[in-house]
């Protein structure tokens, strides 16, 4: 059976110490060093471990819920005959023609179980859950304008590694694509609810001398 090209451990780094490496150097860029208020150092501490708490949550709902789904539906990965091994001689003429119900798997329990149950992605919901909220975050927080390309570019870097660890799944054979494709939606609802939550984007009133009128802005 092929190795994951984008491993557990590799995952854990590009879902949650990249993006916090991400929030910290924002804040960093954004960091008033030449009027510098009085304790702002403690309020720069707050909202870094704020949002990335908070995002560490959102991981942590997002793989319950995946758990839940994989359990529920049980899909086979493209590789369970490989884990399986099934006590099937495919040479036997009697077993020509025939499609065989009965079988017992003689390979790893816990590879075979983990073979049982590969929809939705877990590494596509995870990484695109965190890609998408940096990408937010970036968007919101980082007000440099003679950035605005390289920032766009740097957007697209992001999107490009969640892509890169979906498509990865796909040519491991360790999962179909309507997995990763099922895991990109999970992953993209749980990120953009994750920027609601922490308050990236908020609702203000605009009052104004002809009257007050609701209006959608994006606040630092």
């Known amino acids: 059976m092929k190795e994951s090209t984008v491993g557990v451990f590799s995952l854990i780094i590009l879902a949650t110490v990249f993006p916090i490496c991400v929030i910290v150097a924002v804040e960093l860029i954004n960091y008033p060093w030449k009027d510098e208020p009085p304790g702002f150092k403690r309020i720069i501490v707050f909202r870094v471990l704020s949002t990335s708490g908070q995002l560490l949550l959102a991981h942590m709902i997002l793989f319950t819920m995946g ?5 529920t539906l049980g899909e086979l990965g493209p590789y369970f005959l490989e884990a399986c091994r099934p006590n ?13 119900k009965d079988y017992t798997c003689s390979g790893d329990k816990k590879t075979i179980n983990q073979a049982r149950k590969t929809f939705p992605s877990g590494h596509a919901s995870i990484i695109t859950l965190s890609m998408v909220y940096i990408c937010l975050y970036v968007e919101v927080k980082l007000k440099l304008k003679w950035f605005f390309l390289g920032k766009i570019f740097t957007q697209f870097l992001f999107m490009c590694i969640a892509v890169f660890v979906g498509i990865s799944r796909v040519v491991d054979f360790q999962h179909h694509w309507v997995d990763i494709f099922v895991g990109f939606w999970f992953g993209m609802t749980y990120g953009v609810g994750t920027a609601y939550n922490t308050k990236l984007f908020l609702r203000h009133q605009d009052k104004s001398s002809k009257g007050s009128e609701s209006t959608y802005s994006i606040v630092s």
């Open 88 to 100: 099937v001689n495919c040479s036997d003429p009697a077993v020509y023609s025939h499609f065989i």
């Open 67 to 71: 758990n839940i789904v994989k359990g």
